[in-house]
C-alpha cells in the first residue's frame, strides 16, 4: 500500500473547488484521475473521506489523498441493458443511489459507470456525471445515462418533452379502480421538510401527471402499472398516496394506510419499480426499447399475495 499524500493548503488556494485544489497541489496526476480518486473515496478534507470534487476549500485545511486503496470497493451490481458509444440503460438494484448524495459516503450508479467507461459529461455537474434523471434510492429499475455530452443534451431534450415513455410496477395498500386511471395533481414540497413532496396547495406547484392502470387485484393489495407523464420528485409515490393507495414498504407517504403482508412479511424498502424505458435514440434517432424485469424481493411478494 503506497503512503497516503498529505497537503495543507496554501492561502492563494482557499475558496477554490477540490478538484482544482487537488491538480495545484498533486502536479503527477491530472484532474480526471484525481477527481476518480475523489469518487473511490480515497481524498479526505480535514479527515473526512469526500465524494464530490466540486465542494470548496477552506484556508490551511488538510487533505490527505490515498493513491491506492487499501480494498479496492466492489463495483457495485449494475445489469446493462443497452450500451453503445452515446449512452447507457441499466437496470439500477434497490439501495443503490443515483449520484453522489451530500454527506454520504455509499456507492452510486454515476461512480460505478464512470469506473466502467471513463469520464461522464458533467453538464449537470460535476456532482451528476452523466445523470438526465434519477430513480429513488429504494427504487429499482431502468435508468438511462449519457455518456457524450451531445447525448446528455438530446435526452434532457427528450425528457423535457415528455417524449421518453416510461412505465412503473407499484405494489400498493388498498384496492384501486379497475379501470384505467390517473392523477392529475401538481406538486410541491412541504414546508420545512424538503426530502417530502405533496400535492400543491396553490398555484406555485410543478404540474404533474401519472397514468394508472391495476394489472392484479388481491384482497387487501394491488400491483398497478403507472405511466408518469412528468418527472417529478417522488410523483408516483405522493399521487397514489393522494388516492389512499401508498405504496408498500414506502416510509414517506401514507404510512398509516399500510395493509399487513401475508406472512407477516415486512419489505425492506418502497415497492416501487422502473420497468422500463422507450425513447428515440437522441444520436441516430433508432428506437431503444429497455425492460427491467422485477427483482427478487418484489417477485417474493407478489408470489405471497397470490398464494393468499
Known sequence: ?????????????????????????CRERTRAQLQKLVRRGQVRLDGRRVRRSNVTVGGQAEIQIQLEAPQPAAEPAVEVLHEDEHLVVVHKPAGLLTHPAPRSEAPDVAGALSERYGPLPTLLGEERPGIVHRLDRETSGALVVARTSEAMQGLRELFRRQAVEKIYAALVSGRPPTEPFEVDAALEPVPGKLDRQRIARGPGGKAALTRMRTVEAFANHALVHCRPKSGRRHQIRVHLASLSLPVVGDK?????????LPGGLRPKRQALHALGLAFRHPIDGTQVNCEAPLPGDFASILNALRAG
Open 252 to 260: 414517506l407517504y401514507g404510512t398509516k394506510q399500510h395493509r399487513p
Open 1 to 25: 500500500m503506497a503512503t497516503p499524500l498529505h497537503y495543507r493548503v496554501p492561502p492563494s488556494l482557499a475558496g477554490q473547488r477540490l478538484d482544482r485544489v487537488l491538480e495545484a497541489l
